[in-house]
């Protein structure tokens, strides 16, 4: 396989993310309109740590003999970065409250009583 900044290579000048970008940027204290230069190298910034990230849980996969990625390739891949690996931890952690939360919603046929509301509150609270 092509090594991920050489793939990357092939589509420098398309952005994939500037209005994301502009807006981050705007939310962190940069002017409304930033310069395009700027975006465009945070945009490429962006999009080498993506195919760099997918790259190493694709290889991670294919090395436990895999041929789909899981989550748990990504989480590997991102093992050497504390702080974005407790996000993605925290991420999967609230993707399954939500869901156990959806599960409990519908099973009840879309008929909480306020007590059952209270109790599911309470207990997003302790674990959010």
């Known amino acids: 396989?092509?090594?991920?900044r050489a793939r990357a290579g092939l589509s420098r000048g398309q952005q994939n993310f500037a209005k994301e970008l502009r807006i981050l940027m705007y939310a962190y204290g940069d002017v409304r309109e930033p310069l395009d230069e700027t975006v465009k190298v945070l945009d490429e910034i962006?999009?080498?740590?993506i195919i760099e990230t997918?790259?190493?849980a694709s290889a991670h996969a294919s090395y436990?003999?895999?041929?789909?990625?899981k989550v748990d390739d990504f989480t590997f891949a991102l093992r050497k970065d504390p702080v974005k690996l407790g996000r993605v931890q925290e991420l999967i952690s609230m993707d399954k409250?939500?869901?156990?939360l959806?599960?409990?919603?519908n099973e009840k046929d879309d008929k909480l009583?306020?007590?059952e509301m209270?109790?599911?509150?309470?207990?997003?609270?302790?674990?959010?």
Do not use: W, Y
Not at 64 to 69: E, F, L
Not at 118 to 128: H, T, Y
């Open 64 to 69: 436990a003999r895999r041929q789909k990625i």
């Open 102 to 105: 959806r599960k409990t919603f």
């Open 1 to 4: 396989m092509a090594e991920p």
């Open 46 to 49: 962006v999009t080498d740590f």
């Open 97 to 100: 409250h939500l869901k156990a």
């Open 113 to 115: 009583d306020r007590a």
């Open 118 to 128: 209270v109790r599911m509150a309470e207990e997003s609270g302790k674990n959010g």
């Open 54 to 56: 997918c790259h190493e």
